[in-house]
């Protein structure tokens, strides 16, 4: 049997550099473009035979969520608030995540 674990391969430094385990959404861009990673090296929907049928259509209603939502409304992290994963299952926000929520003029 063979068996991986997605959290860590998300957190490898072979895989993604010295600064895998920070947040670093610049990391899936080229020249500002969206890259892809290798589905067997970004396993979130899976790779080869078994891959997801619906990621296209996952990244596309991301993309338009984001869209509208950043078009309107500008996000900030509250100052000093722990930014921390609680282990479990599911993995899920210890302390959730406190954002500050302003609307574009």
């Not at 068996?3 to 895998?20: F, H, I, K, L, Q």
């Not at 984001?66 to 282990?87: D, G, S, T, W």
């Amino acid at each position: 049997m063979v068996t991986y674990v997605p959290y860590s391969m998300g957190r490898m430094e072979y895989n993604w550099g010295p600064d895998a385990s920070s947040f670093k959404p610049e990391r899936w861009l080229k020249d500002g473009v969206f890259q892809n990673a290798s589905p067997f090296k970004f396993t979130a929907f899976q790779a080869g035979p078994r891959i997801c049928l619906g990621k296209d259509s996952a990244y596309l209603q991301m993309k338009m969520a984001l869209a509208i939502l950043c078009r309107f409304f500008e996000f900030k992290l509250v100052q000093n608030h722990p930014v921390e994963y609680r282990m479990m299952t599911l993995l899920s926000m210890a302390h959730g995540l406190e954002v500050m929520v302003r609307r574009r003029c």
